[in-house]
């Protein structure tokens, strides 16, 4: 579904953004050292399923890891992501629980 779209990280905006139909599915962040918090997803309307929710979160979290960033999930839908997938643990920093 979204594996032909294209995740990029506008640096400026502070936002990954994934274009999809003439619309934007959006996760802002918020990066401090070594950190990146993931503070909100906004998707479009005809696309707000868990299933592109899901893919469109494990894009950015796979560019993150290439990246060798630790994730803190601030926003609860990123977060009830990662509870799920328990492959993503060893991403978050030390101490942190979600």
Same mark, same amino acid.
Not at 39 to 49: A, F, G, S
């Given at each position: 579904?979204?594996?032909?779209?294209?995740?990029?990280?506008?640096?400026?905006?502070?936002?990954? *953004?994934?274009?999809? &139909?003439?619309?934007?599915?959006?996760?802002?962040?918020? @990066? /401090? !050292? =070594?950190?990146?918090?993931?503070?909100?997803?906004?998707?479009?309307?005809?696309?707000?399923? *868990?299933?592109?929710? &899901?893919?469109?979160?494990?894009?950015?979290?796979?560019? @993150? /890891? !290439? =990246?060798?960033?630790?994730?803190?999930?601030?926003?609860?839908?990123?977060?009830?992501?990662?509870?799920?997938?328990?492959?993503?643990?060893?991403?978050?920093?030390?101490?942190?629980?979600?």
């Amino acid at each position: 579904m979204i594996e032909t779209a294209e995740v990029s990280d506008n640096d400026f905006l502070r936002q990954f *953004e994934c274009k999809i &139909n003439d619309e934007l599915a959006i996760i802002e962040y918020s @990066l /401090q !050292e =070594r950190k990146i918090f993931l503070t909100k997803l906004i998707v479009p309307e005809e696309k707000n399923t *868990e299933e592109f929710q &899901n893919e469109f979160i494990t894009l950015v979290l796979k560019n @993150l /890891q !290439e =990246r060798n960033l630790r994730v803190v999930p601030t926003c609860p839908t990123i977060a009830k992501f990662m509870r799920k997938h328990r492959e993503y643990k060893s991403m978050l920093p030390i101490g942190v629980r979600i």
